[in-house]
């Protein structure tokens, strides 16, 4: 089996998804507690080269951020869910930026989750998976 860092898909996704992993840390935290996911279509994920290429290069991404990452991935009825999240322990200079972000985060998307339901409408949250899988399509085309 070919290597996956040879393929030129891998070059560049390892290019695109450092500042997208980087944008997933809590403000003021360090560059600790970044958690990335991505939801893609079957043609998506396959003209990506595959479920098993974007892990690849997720972890290639990571690893240049110096985080100690753990991936997952799985293809699902329509497509494919991938994400990674920094596994490194979190200095206690930055727990507490990493545990109010998480909580604002968790309180935001309560918050939009009852509004839309109220009123019908379809609000997106800041760092949900929909406003990651956009952002990375957006990425990709930009580059």
């Known amino acids: 089996m070919p290597s996956l860092a040879a393929d030129p898909r891998h070059a560049r996704l390892v290019a695109v998804l450092p500042p997208l992993l980087t944008r997933s840390c809590p403000p003021q935290a360090g560059g600790y507690g970044g958690a ?10 396959e003209d990506l080269g595959g479920l098993a ?4 290069a ?3 991404a990571a690893g240049s951020l110096g985080w100690r990452p753990e991936t997952y991935g799985a293809p699902t009825l329509y497509g494919a869910v991938a994400g990674i ?3 490194r322990p979190v200095p206690q200079e930055f727990a507490g930026a990493v545990d ?7 309180r935001a998307a309560v918050e939009t989750a009852e509004r839309n339901r109220a009123d019908g409408r379809h ?17 990709l085309a930009d580059w």
């Not at 990335?36 to 994920?45: D, F, G, K």
């Open 53 to 56: 290429l974007l892990r690849s």
């Open 100 to 106: 109010r972000y998480r909580e604002e985060r968790m």
């Open 85 to 87: 999240v920094d596994r």
């Open 36 to 45: 990335w996911e991505v939801r893609l279509t079957r043609a998506e994920t």
């Open 58 to 60: 997720m972890l290639a």
């Open 123 to 139: 609000r997106a949250v800041r760092g949900s998976v929909f406003v990651t899988t956009q952002e990375f399509r957006a990425a």
